[in-house]
């Protein structure tokens, strides 16, 4: 969802302000429509801001990075996705309560749900933790209900207050390796954006997005190819996409519940080294132009893991191919476009028996609107099974995990 920012977001913030405290580290290749950039803190931004978060830090092994089919839209999404990367990060002065989930009872929104690890995968989190995996997406501990831990509240769209744990809100909170780690908050279902109420729609999309990516994946159900022509991408765009060596498809990943979502894959003419892009957006051409963008951003990625000789890299190159892509044999018609605002959306997901909620991560520091939202139930990008065997998915994980 990087390039949500529009230009209204830079009239509603202090724009100049983030230019000057963060830096953009172009990463754009020579060729190809899209504009691509890393984009870090300064000694301005620490001057600004003192207690500005250590997980936010380069240093920390995080980055914020942008996307767009312009130098303008790369800029706005890059300085975006820094101020939601920082505003997501624990900065100590957070409001908790701390409490066992058997003491609250009902209102508490369990880990165990949150995380989406099956039984055995907690069972054998610790030789998952000590393999290649480990470092893609550690799996914490079990939850004792009668413990004691920190919490955060959420609010749902009915105004119902529930809690959620600290350390599922809060980047940086808890970091892999930590044994006492109830998750390992990412910045996934996060968003940024001229106003809280977009943020929520946002953030949104993000998490519908990641379960129609997991159960197409992990869940190894067929979706069908769109072809590019059918949604209104630019014509410099296709024209990239077709007369380059790598093929590339699109896939719609549309699920029962109706918010399109599109897949752009591609390969190299022996059907390997595999990226993908995704967009969710209630508009079809908009999350097509979103999944392409990212695939983009995603082939850069494969190309700094080669050359760091990253082994996930390597077991990624010899074994996702595109003969194992889930792909439907018969074409579909264009996904349609839905009603975009954000009561359409938390609708459509109660209609599926899933609650809403979001906590309002907005910093007095950078005064600008960014929301983490919570919907238990739905399934994630990261192999994480325990929804897919309550739906009778036979061995997910003996899928091979995403790399994206």
């Known amino acids: 969802m990087h390039d949500r920012l529009t230009l209204a977001w830079k009239v509603l913030v202090n724009y100049a302000e983030l230019t000057r405290c963060f830096d953009l580290l172009s990463v754009t290749p020579a060729e190809g429509p899209g504009r691509f950039a890393f984009c870090v803190p300064n000694a301005n931004a620490y001057a600004r801001w003192p207690d500005y978060p250590v997980p936010a830090r380069p240093e920390s092994g995080r980055a914020a990075s942008g996307r767009g089919l312009t130098a303008e839209q790369c800029r706005a999404s890059a300085l975006g996705e820094a101020v939601e990367l920082a505003s997501a990060c624990v900065w100590g002065d957070e409001p908790l309560v ?3 989930p058997d003491a609250l009872g009902a209102s508490a929104v369990s880990p165990v749900t949150l995380n989406g690890f099956s039984d055995g995968q907690i069972a054998t989190r610790d030789v998952w933790n000590a393999g290649p995996y480990g470092a893609l997406d550690w799996r914490s501990r079990a939850v004792d209900t009668a413990a004691p831990i920190d919490w955060m509240v959420a609010i749902t769209c009915d105004g119902t207050r529930c809690h959620v744990p600290a350390d599922y809100v809060l980047v940086g909170r808890r970091e892999k390796g930590d044994a006492g780690a109830i998750a390992i908050a990412t910045t996934s279902g996060c968003a940024s954006a001229a106003t809280l109420e977009e943020a929520k729609r946002a953030a949104l999309l993000e998490l519908i997005e990641r379960d129609a990516v997991g159960r197409w994946w992990y869940g190894r159900v067929p979706r069908p190819e769109v072809p590019v022509a059918e949604f209104a991408v630019p014509g410099d765009v296709s024209a990239y996409l077709s007369g380059r060596a790598r093929q590339t498809l699109l896939l719609d990943l549309t699920t029962h519940i109706g918010v399109p979502v599109i897949a752009a894959l591609s390969h190299a003419a022996d059907g390997r080294d595999l990226g993908l892009g995704f967009g969710c957006h209630p508009n079809p ?3 097509a132009r979103s999944a392409i963008t990212e695939l983009f951003q995603t082939e850069i ?3 700094q893991r080669a050359g760091q000789g990253d082994p996930l890299h390597r077991i990624w190159v010899e074994t996702a ?7 439907a044999q018969v074409r579909a018609a264009t996904p349609t476009a839905i009603p975009g605002d954000l009561s359409e959306l938390t609708l459509r997901l109660a209609r599926q028996g899933l609650t809403t909620a979001f ?7 950078f005064d600008v609107p960014v929301v983490r939202a919570i919907v238990p139930g739905l399934w994630t990008d990261k192999p994480r099974f325990a929804g897919l065997r309550s739906a009778g998915i036979p061995e997910p994980d003996k899928f091979l995990p995403l790399l994206v």
């Not at 191919?321 to 792909?327: E, Q, Y």
């Open 98 to 100: 701390t409490a066992s």
């Open 301 to 303: 990625g494969l190309q």
């Open 321 to 327: 191919t595109v003969s194992k892509v889930p792909l």
């Open 285 to 287: 051409s908009d999350a």
């Open 359 to 365: 906590v309002d991560l907005t910093r007095v520091a």
